[in-house]
């Protein structure tokens, strides 16, 4: 009943030109596959042409990041409005990598989802614990933490158009990804979470992958978990072959 998402996070990789060729490998390999969402996320620079690569394919665009103000003196930001008008459906949203280092916070996650949705796009919302926070048990109360406050006043209407992204910092760009029921007992929490914030029947619709280190011989097994509904992948979306695997698991 919830349509799977596999999401391609392309971060800093690819120029306008390879982005392109990467979409031109995938759509024939991904074609018949209606039964999931597909998404791939490249960098700003290239979205509009990406954009038109993915026209009359299934594949839809996402950007890493937006920013929550429409438009104004905000040197080197984007706004959600002129994402859309670049051709994207989607949003990766308070992404760990934008928490180390660029100083997102719950408050700023939270801010963007609302302009984000306001504006007509889906939000792909991170969450995920560190190693340091996984050994000490704090798992539970990050994600909590996380989501409280990235979540914080979005109507009931709003999250129809969220999506959460379950990403153990430890595990992204590691290889080490998270077993199948370390995934899942997360995700089932999340979904609990959800439920408490804002009821169960938008739990139960709303979509949350896991994201760390996500690869051909690994989903299949994530995928088969009550809770997982899709996967946000990074590393090996920046090839065809091993997306398209993903995407047909
Ligand atoms: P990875 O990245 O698949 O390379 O671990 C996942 C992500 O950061 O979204």
Known sequence: MRKPVIAGNWKLYKTIAESVALVHELIPLVVGNQRVDIVVAPVFTALSRVSDAVEGSHIMLASQDCYWEEEGAFTGEVAPKLLKDAGCSYVIIGHSERRQYFGESDLTVNKKIKAAIAAGLRAIVCVGESLAERESDQTFAVIE?????????????????????????WAIGTGKTATDAQAQEVHAFIRQLIARLVGQPIADAVRILYGGSVKPDNVKGLMTQPDIDGALVGGASLKAESFAAIANF
């Open 145 to 169: 933490t996380q989501l409280k406050g990235g979540l914080a006043d979005i109507s009931e209407e709003a999250f129809s158009h969220i999506i959460i992204a379950y990403e153990p910092v």
